[in-house]
């Protein structure tokens, strides 16, 4: 992992507009009444390059969890930097975790790993603003789009945390029918040169 | 401008045909832009679009580019799952059917939404068609419909959408709906650069058994094919060097089972090649 390009940011020194997309540390009402805080400390990536350089864990590199598609805002879309959570390392841990435990390579899709509070699908709503979230498409050869394969890697990611969520097999709200959704929950993380003053 | 003689004999040409070829009805809307000339048969008719509907979608996807709502170098991300409009329950497209298989492959990543108009109507994917209409929005795209002035056409859902369809919610054109529509394309509604891209797209259609069969070696024709169990539709624009462009929709339905559907449609574009042909242009008439 090239650590150096990592540059933890608190999320309010940012620039106006950029405060505007990401509201760091501002609470956000949940549809079960429960309340918590959207992240506020950012990893600052520099470049689409920089993002495929960086690796948060063996097998997985920090672009993977950040690919988004035009539903993003735009001024996060098509402008360098981007702000990552920091709480993408520990995704990125859980999914080696995951990996080495299913034995095959694992497939985030996009608008699977970090999505802002801006963004038009689920916006602040969805825990995937805290980048604490995955969307598994595929595993090795074997596309997660029906009741078996999603079934069985479910009880593989269930089983390595009490922590992880994953999201049962259907159509119905709450339940996924083409991939396998993970989740850490609402966890924050502060580097250890962040103050949380202020 | 033809003659009504002309016109009349493209009409029994054309009732000819579809008897010959046992269709159960034929509708055709024809619009000569070196004469002026239209010409309709059965063209208030309504039909299953099929296909032909992704080019309603091409229409609002290129609008809503104009509109600066989006970009089409933009990405989108690739599912298989969408939303019936009967009852928003989720639904696949069958990805054997389609012609697009690099398209399949980028599920889970994503696609620029350019790409993905392109292989809507080169490839006819069912798949990048529903794709584009889940992201622009059905009522965007009525609504565009009804801006460009087009009558005729009902953008009513996504395509595969067999539960719409069992409760009747199919997506339906007449032929003069279509003609309509296609040149809204041509007509100044979108910019001029997505003009020549929607029409490059059109260009570039991979299914050219229908419209283009019936035609000489030289004629080049923007189009799109539409076919179900029943319908067999060719839309296009037809341009030959030494004329003016000239746009037709030609509609068909058989009984499911019938043979020489698209031969009929390439018989019915080679009668109206052949009427438009043998007719003098419109100056040397006034």
Redesign the interface.
Known sequence: MRTELLRPIDGLRLAEECRALLRPGESEAGADGTHHHLPRFFYEIGSWEEAHEIRLAPHFTLAELM?V???EARLL?SQFPHYVPCTVLLLARFLEDFRREVGAPV?I????GYRSPAHQIGGAKSIHAWGTAANI??VGDT?L?DAKSIGRYRAVAASLSPAVFVRPFG?EEGQT???LHIDLGYASLTPRECSEAG | MLSVDASNGLHEELESLALRNKARAIAVALHDLETGFRFSLRGDRWFHAASTIKVAVLLSVFRAADQGL??LD????????FFSAADR??F?VSLDRDATPELHAS????AK?SSLAHAMICGSSNLAANLLLDFVGVDYARTVLREAQVEGVELRRGVEDHGAHEQGINNEATADGLLSLLSALRGEFLTAESKREVIRILLEQRFNSMIPAGLPAHATVAHKTGEISTACHDIGIVYLPEREPYIAAILTEFDPDTDGRRETVAAISGAIYRSLLSTKPKSNED
């Open positions: 690919l598609d035009c539903r879309l497939f899709s996009a608008n699977g498409y595929r596309f789009s159509r029918s083409d991939h | 989006f970009r933009d990405s989108l991300h690739v599912r298989n799952r329950s989720p696949r599920i889970g990543r994503t939404i």
